[in-house]
């Protein structure tokens, strides 16, 4: 079933809904996330940070499985969180801090496996590749990152990351991905009222879109052939990748249309492939759904309480089988059927291989909390926490 995950800046809890029949599911209580900040682990179970008052020196994430509308799990990372991102399998969690640096979580045990200085102000996007090697990140410092979690990729570069984009004059807004690995293009948006699209293969500016507005969120169509900018003039504008529009356009360069029905700014936007439908939050609190060939509303939800600022599509699991049976452990000793709150601090010994180590994400794995490690001396932490416990899986 795909269901579609709303958010708001203010307490009004997780929307869900079936984008099928538009029927309200489960009501997700007490959550208050910034932009990003909301992400589905694997299918498994959302995660969603923490920030109430943007000033705050401190933060938490919270973890709720599908079932029950009270937060299970609570976290409280060494500062505030804004970004979170779940590589596609759900064994990693990535955190950008206010800070300026990116956090690297093992979402089976809660470890810190890594953190990171990566930009020079707050984290406000992250993402991860379709296959999960590389993650971008944007920040208030106007830069876009592209970091390497591939260690064959990792031992030829003379930095953590591979590309610095810095042609952003503000703060970066929001950052998608196409497919195609290391041929993939990367688009990203800005206060500064530009889109860029950039090639991962050439490590450069591709196209640079000027807007009437400032674009806080953005979405590529499957194909891609355009994208769409979510604006704060309240619009969704339609943007070419490739064909060219004529300078006479009333809009701009490249702009080739738009979608306009919400009263207030659009904050976020998802795109369903399956569907072939676009859905759009706003600070009017609506999510409309479009069908994008007729550029018609097919339906539309309204959040419990504030502005939406985050939306999901998740095809949720009828049964979560083998990530249920993986957690069975934890569940008979802790009473919940989630993953351990993420660790405030990495260990002196992760701490001193910080320089020496890159973690790499595999698409699969069969160790027996779906980790995979490429230091010895983790896997050795993990024999000892294994006998400690006096299981089988100690013995193997």
Known sequence: ?????????????????????????????????PPHGLVS????????????????????????SWSKPQAEVKSFPAEPIKPLAADSEGSYIVGGGSSGDIYLWEVATGRLLKKWHAHYRAVTCLVFSEDNSLVISGSDDGCVRVWIFDDVRRQQASHLYEYSFTEHTLCVTDIIMGYGGGSAIIVSASEDRTCKVWSLSR??????????????????????????????????????LNAESSPSNSYGLHIIG????????????????????????????????????????????????????????????????????????????????????LEKYANSTDEDMDNKAIINLPATSNLPTDASYLSSQLINDHIKELQQQGSSAAVE
Not at 43 to 64: E, I, K, M, N
Not at 212 to 234: K, M, N, Q, T
Not at 260 to 271: I, Q
């Open 258 to 341: 738009s979608l306009s029905d919400h009263s207030k700014a659009v904050t976020c936007l998802a795109y369903s492939t399956e569907r072939n439908l676009l859905l759009s939050g706003s600070e009017d609190g609506m999510v409309r759904v479009w069908d994008v060939k007729t550029q018609n509303i097919i339906r539309m939800f309204r959040h419990a309480k504030g502005p939406v600022n985050n939306i999901l599509i998740v095809s949720r699991p009828l049964s979560l089988g083998r990530a249920e049976s993986n957690a069975q452990g934890f569940s008979r000793r802790h009473g919940s059927s989630l993953p351990p709150p």
């Open 1 to 33: 079933m795909d269901v579609v995950i709303a958010s708001s800046s203010i307490d009004g809890g997780i929307g869900c809904w079936d984008l099928q029949t538009g029927a309200e599911q489960l009501r997700y209580k007490t959550c208050a996330s």
């Open 41 to 64: 682990v694997g299918r498994r179970f959302l995660a969603s940070s923490q920030l109430r008052d943007p000033s705050a020196t401190s933060g938490h994430v919270l973890y709720w």
């Open 203 to 240: 490590g450069r500016l591709l196209r640079n879109i000027v807007f009437p507005s400032i674009i806080d969120a953005i979405a590529l169509d499957p194909g891609e052939h355009v994208f769409y900018a979510g604006s704060r003039d309240g619009k969704i504008y339609i943007a070419a």
